[in-house]
Nanobody, 125 residues
């Protein structure tokens, strides 16, 4: 599967953005999907994950209550709605796909086999 992330940009603190990740291929619904981010000088970190049907989600503590992950399997797209953005949310955001519809939602980047190219989110303070 090939992934294309979009929707990043420059916003002020407190504002919102919605990221999208479009996937190619007809088996999108068989993948668990995740969002990760990487700030300058830092390691890539887990943000959110969603099960193949969207019935289960999991979030990093740092974004819980502010971010929401969702997916539309008919459109082969996963979304990340980001509200109440903070300066520390500034990073390149990556979407990733984990093969296998059945299984736990995981947070380790190494568990995801396919990655998008990243989209930059900059939050001004």
């Amino acid at each position: 599967v090939q992934l294309q992330a979009s929707g990043g940009g420059l916003v002020q603190g407190g504002e919102s953005l919605r990221l999208s990740c479009a996937a190619s291929g007809r088996t999108f619904s068989s993948y668990r999907m995740g969002w990760f981010r990487q700030a300058p000088g830092k390691e890539r970190e887990f943000v959110a994950a969603i099960s193949w049907r969207g019935g289960s989600t999991y979030y990093a503590d740092s974004v819980k209550g502010r971010f929401a992950i969702s997916r539309d399997n008919a459109k082969n797209t996963v979304y990340l709605q980001m509200n109440s953005l903070k300066f520390e949310d500034t990073a390149v955001y990556y979407c990733a796909a984990q093969p296998g519809a059945w299984g736990p939602l995981t947070v380790a980047p190494g568990d995801y086999d396919y990655w998008g190219q990243g989209t930059l989110v900059t939050v001004s303070s």
